[in-house]
């Protein structure tokens, strides 16, 4: 996306630093001067005016403004780079001009909402470039832009403001999805692109086969082997058609950042990522999101072409500075599942006590469902344990994370005691574990 501002009017222009300072420098050596030869006083407002004069002529030969665009993606991915670019075109302008742009951005895009970036002169005119990382999800705009250069002396400035109106829609990131080892996975495994019956593993029989040495000795057929006087084997298939939902908790413990990214962000790239994997492997999909009340409960989704509905409604889950409705939200979820399901549950917690509710509501939960339940590690509670004590504030800062950190343990340990499948991993692996986790549970025909 692009915007071309032409402009016709000559630019406002103010003094440079660097009249400025000779100014300020000719102050204190007028004073002197009169105090010494009173009668050439003159000289003083002389220079002064002088001064004016070239800052004047300076700016009248500094050019004018010729082109400016500003040119940014309509989309990004929240966390991932975004590039932007600055094109000026200065009539008349010299070499140092030394034009600066500055951009007012949307607070999801960079921290503070203000972009200053140098323009470099280049065979048509001058450029700048930015790289940027949106922080948070949404439409973010870029409002305005500055553009001021120098004269040829350097004394004088212009400037110009102009309104712009350009959105970029920031995405949840699907990075994850681009990277060739998960390319890899997806064309040589079983989950591939071309779709095939998975056969030695899972719970529904698929046939029967020789035994060969290696093979699970449980899977002997023994009334067809003394039929035929050989040893058979029965072959299964990996269930398909399994119902998978990504629950996200959107409350405010997941709106903390981890590493920039917001915790509900590095989850929806987690999710979105084994979604793709699953619909892949022919599984139905959904999201849910929920924080006082549910937000999103897409319907199934069924083939890998219909992914972009995921990826929209994963967008559509919005920050919430509230405490998340455990029972209210696996009440309209249970509510929704018909039969026997995976749920993954996307959420954080800071104490046992806003624990305790979660746990009862996914006890209930696992009685039909197999619960795995995703947590990010929290790095930074674990270098406040392990940080080195130099002071008594620094002590009790590693005891009180030491303790945060036992209650954490706890709690997942409790769940893990309810039969949930526990992840608790880095934001840059928890994708990975996930995955790993879908898969294993695939193998072993736990949801059917």
């Not at 300020?24 to 006083?41: K, S, Y």
């Not at 993606?73 to 500055?102: F, H, I, Q, T």
Request: with cysteine.
């Amino acid at each position: 996306m692009a915007i071309r501002l032409r402009l016709q009017a000559i630019p406002a222009f103010l003094p440079a630093p660097r009249a400025v300072l000779a100014l300020a420098l000719a102050a204190p050596a007028a004073l002197v001067l009169a105090a010494f030869a009173p009668g050439l006083w003159i000289v003083a407002p002389a220079l002064g005016g002088a001064l004016s004069v070239l800052v004047l002529l300076d700016a009248l030969f500094a050019g004018t403004l010729a082109d400016l665009r500003v040119i940014v993606p309509a989309d990004a991915e929240v966390g991932e780079p975004l590039r932007m670019s600055v094109l000026a075109e200065l009539a008349r302008a010299g070499a140092r001009a030394r034009p600066v742009v500055a951009l007012a951005l949307d607070p999801r895009l960079l921290k503070g909402g203000r972009l200053e970036l140098a323009l470099q002169p280049t065979p048509g005119g001058w450029q700048g470039n930015a790289e940027l990382r949106p922080l948070l999800r949404g439409t973010a705009a870029v409002s305005r832009v500055w553009l001021r250069w120098r004269g040829p002396l350097g004394l004088a400035e212009r400037m110009v403001a102009r309104p712009l109106d350009l959105t970029i829609r920031v995405r949840p990131s699907l990075a994850p999805l681009r990277s060739p080892a998960l390319q890899l996975f997806l064309r040589d495994s079983s989950f591939g692109l071309v779709a095939r019956r998975i056969r030695g593993e899972g719970t529904e029989f698929e046939a029967l086969a020789d035994y060969e040495p290696g093979m699970d000795r449980r899977r002997i057929d023994w009334k067809s082997s003394a039929r035929h006087a050989r040893l058979f084997a029965r072959e299964y298939e990996t269930e398909r058609n399994n119902q998978i939902v990504f629950a996200f908790d959107c409350g405010q413990a997941m709106c903390e950042p981890v590493a920039g990214v917001s915790r509900l962000d590095r989850a929806i790239t987690a999710g979105l990522t084994t979604a793709w994997v699953a619909l892949k492997a022919q599984d139905r999909i959904a999201l849910f999101g929920f924080a006082a009340r549910p937000q999103v409960l897409t319907p199934f989704i069924t083939a890998s072409r219909d992914f972009a509905r995921l990826q929209q409604a994963a967008a559509s889950l919005d920050y919430r500075a509230e405490e998340p409705n455990f029972t209210l939200a696996i009440a309209t979820l249970t509510a929704r599942l018909q039969r026997r399901s995976l749920v993954v549950i996307f959420s954080e917690f800071t104490d046992p006590t806003s624990a305790e509710m979660m746990i009862e509501t996914v006890r209930r939960l696992v009685d039909r469902h197999v619960v795995v339940f995703v947590v990010l590690a929290d790095a930074e509670l674990t270098g406040l344990a392990g940080a080195t004590v130099d002071s008594v504030h620094d002590a009790a800062m590693a005891v009180a994370a030491g303790s945060l950190q036992r209650q954490r343990a706890l709690v997942l340990q409790r769940l893990r005691h309810l039969g949930v499948r526990v992840i608790e991993a880095p934001y840059d692996v928890v994708g990975t574990r996930l995955l790993d986790t879908y898969l294993a549970i695939k193998r072993e025909g736990a949801i059917g």
